[in-house]
């Protein structure tokens, strides 16, 4: 019988193997790889959101000093388009029309960062001084640049032969048993609010290197991303080859967020311009590249209802939400929207609901899935409105939130968009939250405040979010001659720390010190396919697989030690890297063993679970602030998190997910905001505008969990990369106005609320 490890297997908090590489500067990220002759690309964007226009002499710019080429729009007519594939259909069975994005515009732009030509050269600056000699004359035309607006009368079109801003429409629910509800309730509550824009700004900026290998007459693609097989379909694609026609390969990523998922038009450029001239091209954004070109997150103006009965039970509730999609359909641009609207019910049981989404066309930056994508949206709608509703009844905000929670006893539960949530304990967590937060003494800290002049608040919000859905993340692992392991997957790390989670599936399987398991990841040239990184599925799908990999490798270990030890595969137990008979000291260690292996599959193991149905991790979060009524700035003073992620596989790694999430989802609750002017051009396109958190804009954060096993996953794994942003925002959001209301009767403040903002709020309060 073989023995647990646990200081590496599944449950222990085993530190990232990865952090010393960083820490000592080691890391290999795409823009630290120099291939001999590199050269280097530089795009020429547009400086107007919209805007026909021609391009004149180009030959200015071709005779600069170190320039090798310039691409336009008319040079590359033999590329396909960018294209999303991720359209829903509309309430009548249609798929509305895409508007895919064009490697290089061609005869019109329509946001600010539109590209427009692309210029290489001996270097990046030369490059961008040649771009600046190309002749374009840009004809521009009025904008659409706000959400709110976009379907006014009047409000310029983004594409006039649409003859509407329009993008798709969708509905989920029961329109006439909602009706009946609200016709019936006693009480009606109606919120409207904006869920402001974001930016995701990860530390890496996206770059890209092109290559044409004459050898094996082949694309190689190296780019940070967050999993290179769907860009190898997509950019297959684009050039109309083969898959195998086209190697991609990611080495360090410094953040994904969901942005680093997407094929982005430098991607194309760089290989289209490495074959013409035959030396590898590379293309680094800079910051502000970033800010005008990478698809940006959130963007939806709400207005949302709930209908209750006397006692605050919730009867139905309606949505109408505006998601602003950008110029272009971006690669996952239309499923966002669908996806959040899924989970419009949350943690509550709600029996009847009436949601419909329009997507706008705006001369905007494209607009795709940020972390959550969707959910975090979903969940401050919900959490929203349920503090107001518990504002209008006069019921304390934990109070109708428990009279509301799907029960234990009602799992598994369907709710009226079709989800199936399978596990979960909503009031448990919450009461512990409670507790922990010291809830109940809230008064006197309030009071305190007072005392020194500063206003304070409370707020919490319960969450639930889908992720992990269903499919599979195959893993293959193999015993190397010295004795080590090779696991291959096809997610892709972006800072999670997958070499070391993934180390510990195979180290329980194997009981082999994770040190001596290597975890390899992006090239499409060492695994056929892979399903890439998002949507918190890389553990709850690909640990699974990696588990069942190593117990395979295990099994195939012992029956070969047991030949070599001549003894039955049943009497060997694996441990510290050898293969041993129960009881004796007769072993053969790992590279004994793959040296003895008579057939080369048999050092291989395989392992794929497919998963059916998405996990529902859930949690409660509860924000404490002080705000001082002379300036307006917030200060989060506690913040608690009780979190049901099922089964734990690192607690010092969850801890780091969920640390981050929050941080992030508070980010966009006070301080970060992407604005476009009426123009269309993007005044925070930097950091002196665009306000990121910061490490002293935080307390410390308690950090537990209450944890149900799913029964969705083989393992019991929820899933945890998004829950931080997903609970956060509107824990954030309520305890600032909670303190708002409490001090100046101010129901309703709109994200970021920022000093500014609130300071604004409160002279108008106090000067009624």
């Known amino acids: 019988m073989t023995v647990v490890t646990p200081k590496f297997g599944m449950g222990a908090s085993v530190l990232r193997r990865e952090d010393l590489a960083f820490l000592k500067g080691l890391g290999r990220y795409t823009d630290d790889i120099q291939p001999a002759g590199l050269l280097h690309g530089y795009v020429l964007r547009s400086p107007v959101a919209k805007a026909s226009f021609t391009v004149g002499s180009t030959e200015a710019a071709k005779a600069a000093p170190g320039v090798h080429l310039v691409l336009t729009g008319a040079d590359i007519a033999h590329l396909g388009k960018l294209k999303s594939g991720v359209m829903q259909r509309q309430p009548d069975g249609t798929k509305a029309p895409t508007r895919d994005i064009p490697v290089l515009c061609r005869d019109r732009v329509n946001y600010v960062g539109d590209a427009v030509a692309f210029v290489v050269a001996d270097s990046r600056a030369l490059a961008q001084d040649a771009a600046e000699l190309i002749e374009v004359d840009y004809d521009g035309e009025e904008a659409a640049s706000r959400t709110a607006t976009a379907l006014d009368e009047g409000t310029p079109l983004v594409w006039p032969e649409l003859g509407s801003n329009r993008a798709f429409s969708y509905h989920i629910g029961d329109k006439a048993k909602t009706a009946a509800a609200f016709a019936g309730a006693a009480h009606v509550t109606r919120i409207e609010f904006i869920n402001n824009r974001l930016v995701c700004n990860y530390m890496e900026p996206r770059s890209a290197i092109g290559e044409w290998n004459t050898q094996e007459n082949r694309f190689v693609l190296t780019t940070g991303s967050q999993g290179v097989h769907s860009m190898q379909y997509i950019l297959a694609d684009v050039f109309k080859i083969k898959k195998n026609q086209l190697r991609v390969v990611t080495p360090d990523v410094g953040g994904g967020f969901g942005p680093k998922s997407f094929v982005y ?110 959910r975090p949206e979903a969940a401050f709608l919900l959490e929203k409105l349920v503090d107001a509703c518990a ?48 809830w109940q003494a809230f008064p006197e800290r309030l009071a305190q405040s007072t005392a020194e002049g500063k206003i304070r608040g409370i707020g919490m919000a319960t969450y639930i979010e889908a992720c992990a859905f269903p499919g599979s993340e195959p893993a293959f692992v193999e015993l190397n001659g010295d004795g080590t392991v090779t696991l291959k997957i096809g997610t892709q790390t972006n800072g999670q720390g997958h070499a070391t989670a993934y180390a510990q599936f195979l180290s329980e399987k194997l009981h082999l010190d994770i040190d001596k398991i290597q975890v390899r990841q992006g090239d499409t040239d060492e695994l056929k396919a892979g399903g890439g990184t998002g949507g918190s599925r890389s553990i709850p799908l690909g640990g699974v697989s990696a588990s069942r990999a190593g117990e395979d490798l295990a099994n ?102 969920v640390h981050g999430g929050v941080v992030q989802g508070i980010g966009q609750a006070l301080t970060e905001n992407t604005v476009y002017d009426e123009d269309g051009q993007l005044l925070t396109a930097s950091f002196m505008d665009y306000a990121m958190p910061r490490a002293d804009d935080f307390p410390f954060f308690h950090f537990e969990t209450r944890n149900v096993p799913s029964t969705t996953n083989a393992l019991g794994i929820k899933g945890a990369g998004e829950a931080g942003t997903i609970g956060a925002t509107p824990a954030a959001l309520n305890a600032v106005t909670d303190a708002l209301y409490r001090a100046y009767g101010i129901k309703h403040i709109d994200m970021p609320a920022t000093p500014a903002r609130i300071w604004a709020a409160i002279q108008e309060a106090t000067a009624k």
């Open 391 to 438: 504002h209008d009844l006069s019921l304390p905000v934990e109070e109708i939130r428990r009279r509301n929670f799907v029960k234990p006893e009602q799992f598994p539960y369907r709710t009226q968009t079709g989800r199936l949530y399978d596990t979960g304990e909503f009031e448990r967590h919450m009461n512990r939250a409670i507790e922990e937060a010291e």
């Open 556 to 657: 195939k270990i012992k029956r070969i030690a047991a030949d070599e030890l001549e003894a039955s595969a049943g009497d060997i137990e694996l441990s510290n890297g050898v293969a041993r008979i129960v009881g004796t000291d007769r072993a053969i260690d790992f590279s004994s063993i793959a040296k003895a292996a008579k057939n080369p599959d048999d050092l291989k193991g395989f392992g794929e679970f497919v998963q059916d149905e998405c996990t529902y991790p859930n949690g409660t979060h509860i924000c404490e602030v002080e705000i001082d009524p002379d300036t307006g700035k917030t200060e989060i003073v506690r913040y608690t998190i009780v979190d049901d992620f099922g089964v734990t596989v690192n607690p010092i790694l969850l801890a780091g997910q």
């Open 265 to 374: 038009r430098e991607h194309p450029l760089v290989l289209e311009a490495a074959k013409r001239l035959g030396r590898p091209v590379k293309w680094a954004g800079d910051r502000t590249e970033h800010f005008l070109t990478d698809a940006q997150g959130r963007d939806n103006v709400v207005t949302a209802e709930m209908a209750m009965d006397k006692d605050g039970r919730f009867l139905g509730m309606k949505v109408d939400l505006l998601a602003n999609i950008g110029a272009y359909i971006s690669q996952y641009g239309p499923f966002i929207p669908y996806v959040g609207v899924t989970m419009s019910t949350g943690v509550y049981d709600i029996q009847a609901l009436d949601v419909s989404v329009t997507g706008l066309y705006t001369n905007t930056c494209p607009v795709d899935a940020y972390r959550g994508a969707g």
